[in-house]
């Protein structure tokens, strides 16, 4: 018997590009647990997104929530992302990935670099971020789909979803003071970045985060994510690159 086609594509760097993309704009995630209760069966609810400095999706969740007690109980999870456009919603890019959920000490370093970039994302969780039930964990890419519309769909490992560089610790410990400075002293170029590089409207627009992929854009409720065409090495190239992208 002849062997079946295959549906997926040869993965390559342009379907990468896409699905970290596709997660890395995302404001929110539909996300799947184990109900410990249920004898097996998936939950699925909708969460707040942020990225850590190395491309880990995070969440900031309550410990009084269902998929906060089945994290605790089984850490597997999936994520599923991508905005629905005009027309069909099948036609428009989606990615789902497959996590292994890490719970973040309060008292830990990855706490304070966590909550501070997931604040800029996302302003009105400083209602809420500190109260002593919500805690924030990081979900670990395992393996991931990609459908980038019909006839492109993609089977991704989880290394490709995060950054690789030398320079992420680097530029972790810089982003808050470069972003407090692109932000006030050039604040017209997050709106050119968006603009440009993002098929953005309007102005008004900020950044958000800074790593040694790219930049993350805000304006109100909308996010975009511009990717450099390869990492930077070092936290001594990210002002050039700045200027580069300004033009």
């Not at 964990?137 to 089977?155: I, S, T």
Request: proline share 4%; hydrophobic share 40%.
């Amino acid at each position: 018997m002849a062997d079946k086609p295959s549906v997926l594509r040869d993965t390559d760097d342009e379907a990468r590009k896409l699905a970290r993309i596709t997660l890395r704009s995302a404001r929110s995630a539909s996300m799947a647990v184990i109900e410990p209760a249920s004898d097996g069966f998936p939950f699925v609810s909708r969460v707040l997104l942020g990225i850590d400095t190395d491309g880990t999706p995070v969440i900031l969740v309550s410990a009084l929530s269902t998929h906060t007690q089945a994290l605790s109980a089984d850490r597997r999870c999936s994520l599923l992302t991508g905005e629905i456009g005009k027309g069909d919603p099948l036609a428009h890019p989606r990615l789902t990935v497959q996590c292994q959920a890490e719970k973040i000490a309060r008292d830990s370093d990855a706490h304070i670099r966590i909550r501070e970039r997931f604040v800029r994302r996302h302003p009105k969780s400083q209602l809420y971020v500190d109260f002593p039930d919500f805690a924030f964990f990081r979900l670990v890419p395992e393996r991931a789909g990609l459908n980038g519309g019909f006839g492109r769909a993609y089977a991704l490992e989880g290394a490709d979803l995060l950054i690789h560089s030398p320079a992420i610790g680097e530029i972790a410990a810089m982003e808050t003071r470069a972003i407090d400075h692109m932000n006030t002293d050039h604040a017209d170029a997050a709106s050119r970045y968006a603009q440009v590089y993002c098929a953005a409207k309007g102005n008004a627009w900020r950044i958000t985060g800074l790593d040694a992929d790219g930049l993350d854009l805000a304006q109100k409720d909308q996010l975009k994510r511009l990717e450099y065409d390869s990492p930077l090495q070092s936290a001594a190239e990210l002002r050039a690159m700045l200027v580069k992208l300004y033009g």
